[in-house]
């Protein structure tokens, strides 16, 4: 099979071997070995120095940690988003009682920060913000790094930062400390080469202090529990030790690689699916300034239906494909991070052109 949604990913064969190691004893010097290495290697990809604390729990579930340990009900918050996933970061923040401001963009378009200043300036002031790194229904990825800057130029205290890195962490540069990002979330399916089940979440100084007023109710999520379970590097429930094997195995091979050669490996594969779409003769669904290297969204051409097509590639051709969530679009999407190479992406292009008959 050539699984190229956009997550879960494909497992390389050493993190399956991983995964299938025997159980361990959680509270054990075992467990506290494998949960230190781990936690070390993420922040070398977080590019940071806070700890970085694993959660046994959906991406999703990392998004609510980040809101029910910084926020209180009724706290303003502006949520930038740019499709379905910054939504979902809204619902959530406005489920736990927050006054929710949004800020959208049409889908395919990134954030415009010149747009988030405006209104910061004329709304604010905003106890968080809430960015996507990487939205995965529309093949997009933001400028994180000029949001942080206008964001952190809105006030004085400026708005906590609160970023769903879920798509794009361990593909795409995020640099948490040098940024000012204040919390980072991300899910071991998609760039880490894991199975699902875990949420990585960090944060800041600025974040802690915002904890210890934060009246959200929590209990599963309670990120004071992770900071005093994580002193010794132990979890305050029952982990999933057969995922962290597999994260732990995937870091491991990441490490190898190097930081930047990861990175530039992911824009590499990012470009040459984006060529791959555009020699077939489709056009992609996202602004050409912020194309996503982890996926990429095409446009189907007219009288083609994204779900007979992918269909198609699943039946005839053994490929797995997505489409996009959003209505009334004809667009397939290509996941393209973590363990993938270029013929797999060419297997995806051959047969598209044929059920295209181009």
């Known amino acids: ?12 064969p050493q993190v399956i071997a991983a995964v299938g190691q025997q159980m361990i004893n959680h509270r054990g010097p075992e467990f506290e070995a494998l949960l230190r290495e781990t936690s070390e290697w993420l922040r070398v990809f977080y590019e940071t120095d806070n ?17 029910v340990n910084t926020l209180s009900p009724g706290d303003k918050v502006l949520a930038v988003t740019i499709g379905v996933f910054g939504n979902r970061f809204a619902e959530i923040a406005e489920a736990y009682g927050a006054n929710v401001t949004r800020l959208s963009s049409p889908l395919g378009q990134a954030a415009d920060p010149a747009m988030v200043a405006e209104k910061l300036a004329a709304e604010g002031p905003f106890k968080a913000v809430l960015l996507t790194q ?21 006030s004085d205290p400026s708005p906590l930062i609160l ?36 949420s990585m979440i960090c944060f800041s100084q600025r974040a802690w202090n915002a904890y210890a007023s934060a009246k959200m109710p929590r209990f599963y999520f309670d990120m004071g529990d992770a900071r005093k379970y994580g002193e010794k590097y132990q979890t305050p429930a029952t982990p999933n030790v057969a995922a962290l094997y597999g994260l732990h195995e995937g870091l491991r091979m ?17 470009e040459y699916c984006r060529q791959g779409m555009l020699n077939l003769g489709l056009t992609l669904f996202a602004d050409p300034a912020h194309y996503s290297n982890t996926v990429t969204a095409a446009n189907l051409p007219e009288g083609f239906k994204a779900s007979k ?20 679009v004809e667009v397939i999407r290509i996941g393209h991070m973590g363990w993938v190479n270029d013929q797999e992406i060419d297997e995806v292009c051959a047969a598209l052109g044929k059920i295209l008959g181009r």
């Open 1 to 12: 099979m050539n699984l190229r949604i956009p997550g879960p990913t494909p497992l390389p």
């Open 51 to 67: 700890d970085v604390y694993i959660l046994t729990s959906s991406g999703t579930g990392g998004m609510e940690a980040a809101i």
């Open 134 to 154: 990487n939205e995965t229904s529309s093949g997009v990825t933001n400028d994180v790094e000029a949001l942080a800057k206008v964001i952190h130029a809105a």
């Open 163 to 198: 970023v769903d890195g879920i798509s794009g962490m361990g593909a795409i540069r995020l640099a948490t400390d040098a940024w000012g990002l204040d919390v980072v979330v991300s899910g071991s399916q998609k760039a880490w080469m894991a199975p699902p089940g875990l």
């Open 254 to 270: 990441m490490m190898a690689e190097g930081r930047e050669n990861v990175l530039a490996r992911h824009q590499h594969i990012g």
């Open 309 to 328: 097509v992918l269909d198609e590639l699943r039946t005839k051709y053994d490929i797995i494909g997505g489409a996009s969530k959003a209505p009334g």
